[in-house]
Structures are given as structure tokens and as C-alpha cells.
């Protein structure tokens, strides 16, 4: 199994005890909340909604954790550095 599989968050609401919840549940948990709220509302364009709110986060992240260096940046997310500086000037139009 990928490691990225087990990435585990921890949980914001309960720091105290430092509980952890597997990446994918909170995706999982964040998006039936959302369509949940949205009740009968019409939903589109639900894949680029998502893909445009985990990508720069998780962009800004990663940079954060290499201090601002966009190689290591690139290898941590198993693109090139071409393509990171590509969707962070995406991420910034």
C-alpha cells in the first residue's frame, strides 16, 4: 500500500488528546458535509471545485514545509518544478 494511503491529520477539534483521522476520511467526511448542506440544490462542477481548493493548499504547504524551494517542493509532490511553477501561477490567476 502507498504511504500516502495512511497520511493521517490530526483532528483540529480535539487537539488535547491528539486523535488522528486518515487524509481520505477527512476528504470523505468534508465532502458529505458539503453535499449534505447543499441539500436539493443543484451541484456542478463538483470535481473542479474540489481539485481547486486541495490544490493550493496543499501547494502552500508543501512549500512551507521546503521553505520556499521549489525543487524539493516538486520532488514531495512527484511533479517537476516546471509543472509546480506552472499551477502555482494557475493557482494565482
Do not use: W
Amino acid at each position: 500500500m502507498n504511504d500516502m494511503h495512511s497520511f493521517a491529520v490530526p483532528d483540529a477539534l480535539d487537539d488535547a488528546q491528539n486523535h488522528s483521522q486518515p487524509l481520505r476520511e477527512c476528504v470523505l467526511n468534508a465532502l458529505r458535509s458539503y453535499l449534505c448542506s447543499m441539500g436539493d440544490h443543484d451541484i456542478q462542477g463538483l470535481y473542479r471545485l474540489v481539485m481547486d481548493e486541495v490544490e493550493q493548499p496543499l501547494f502552500e504547504a508543501v512549500l512551507e514545509h521546503t521553505k520556499g524551494n521549489q525543487s524539493a517542493a516538486a520532488a514531495i509532490l512527484g511533479i517537476s518544478r516546471g509543472t509546480l511553477r506552472k499551477k502555482l501561477k494557475q493557482c494565482t490567476d
